[in-house]
């Protein structure tokens, strides 16, 4: 299966020639190279854009080890600019590069050179380098869509979703033929980013906490979590919070998850003492647990957010203050979640995932306390159909969240 990615040539075709660098970001796996170096170049091709004016360099690849040398590479791109016309330079691991800034600053200056970065950990190429080009980089990341994935499947919405939440839908997975090969594809492609984009880029004293780590995030998919709460999630000694907070610097950096933080509706900041943190891809996860008590109901929830992410939102988790009754007959005012609060531009919207045992005055409370006019929907599992209620909320099937494109 061949996901056409419409949307990410799109706007990497909206990028081009605007004089930054294109970064194109993503967890290992996801769909960069085939993005850059076969649909985009196809898309460039389409344009009139010959094979003499497309450079290719894949400098992870053990037969261009020669372009790790910064030299040897800029002197290979200039040679290959023979005329005016404009030129595309697509790069993958450019973090092997030696002192890869210099190189980039000066590459940068050619007028008729566009350049293009594939970069599967944003330590260093997305922290050295806006600092080193003030700005002058333009960053594209891949994420994951079961909704677009389902669309080209063959196979009922159900099967489809039940099949994504053990094995993901990174490209290759679904390319193989039983569920055997996708558990070897997904081992082998773990390995490789703790081999190729975490171990060589960190100084890592304690590889064990490290594993635990990912483990613990694992095992406690969408719980509420401080340092202090993932360090009580591990087996064994526990952690120092530096060590917790540096391990989830790392699995971020190399876009294995993604923090969600919380953010007050009503006091409109965003608050401080934990977290939720949803795993890029199903498939990662369930390596990480070695395919062992994979089920959770919160990957739900975590598919919902990475939708909305795919979608361009910006995604944080809506808290409301709301009063409860105590045992003592008192009324206790605490922050409660109201499912994500999204944004896109100067839009807003909160969506509430529900998977099910759908109860509408227990479940819809939350999103009933916010009242500031934005739009609110609830994503309700068990539900075939949609409908609105009479308070404004819309609550939406699973499904038809899924095949909608535009929520607001």
């Known amino acids: 299966m061949i996901i056409p990615q419409q949307k990410y040539i799109d706007s990497l075709a909206s990028k081009a020639y605007n004089g930054l660098i294109k970064v194109v970001s993503g967890m290992r796996g996801v769909g960069k190279s085939f993005l850059l170096n076969v649909l985009f170049v196809g898309y460039l091709k389409s344009t009139g854009v010959d094979d003499g004016h497309i450079i290719q360099i894949d400098v992870e690849d053990p037969i261009n080890k020669k372009f790790r040398n910064p030299f040897f590479l800029t002197d290979f791109v200039r040679s290959k600019l023979v005329d005016r016309k404009s030129y595309f330079l697509i790069l993958e691991g450019i973090h092997l590069v030696k002192d890869y800034v210099p190189l980039l600053n000066g ?10 970065l594939s970069v599967s950990n944003t330590k260093g190429v997305l922290t050295e380098v806006p600092e080193n080009f003030g700005g002058r980089t333009d960053e594209l990341r891949m994420n994951i869509s079961f909704g677009q994935a389902h669309r080209l499947s063959s196979i009922g919405f159900r099967e489809d979703f039940e099949t994504f939440s053990t094995y993901g839908f990174l490209p290759q997975s679904l390319n193989k033929s039983s569920s055997e090969k996708k558990e070897d594809y997904l081992l082998d492609l773990y390995r490789d980013i703790q081999e190729k984009d975490i171990g060589p880029r960190y100084k890592i004293r304690n590889k064990f906490a490290l594993d635990e780590l990912i483990r613990a995030l694992s095992s406690h998919l969408g719980e509420m979590a401080s340092s202090l ?19 989830l610097s790392i699995f971020k950096e ?4 993604n923090e969600c933080r919380r953010y007050d509706v009503k006091a409109g900041r965003y608050l401080n003492g934990g977290s939720k943190y949803f795993f890029t891809d199903a498939g990662i996860r369930s390596a990480v647990l070695d395919f062992e008590a994979v089920e959770n109901p919160s990957f739900f929830t975590n598919a919902v957010y990475n939708e909305l992410v795919y979608r361009g939102f910006e995604v944080d ?9 105590s045992k003592k007959d008192r009324y206790v005012l605490r922050n409660c979640e109201a499912g994500f609060r999204i944004k896109s531009g100067k839009k807003i919207a909160y969506v509430l995932p ?28 068990s539900l075939e159909e949609s409908r609105v209620e009479g308070h404004g909320i819309r609550i939406i099937g699973l499904e038809e969240f899924f095949k909608e494109d535009r929520l607001i």
């Open 107 to 116: 590459l940068l200056k050619i007028p008729n050179l566009d350049i293009y």
């Open 229 to 247: 709460t993932i360090a009580s999630w591990f087996n064994g000694a526990t952690p120092s919070k530096n060590t917790v907070e540096y391990g």
């Open 254 to 257: 190399a876009m294995v998850i």
């Open 317 to 325: 988790l809506a808290t409301v203050p709301m009063y409860f009754k």
């Open 354 to 381: 529900i998977e099910k045992d759908f109860d509408e005055k227990r479940d819809l409370r939350p999103l009933l306390s916010i009242k500031d006019g934005n739009p609110r929907f609830a994503v309700v599992g």
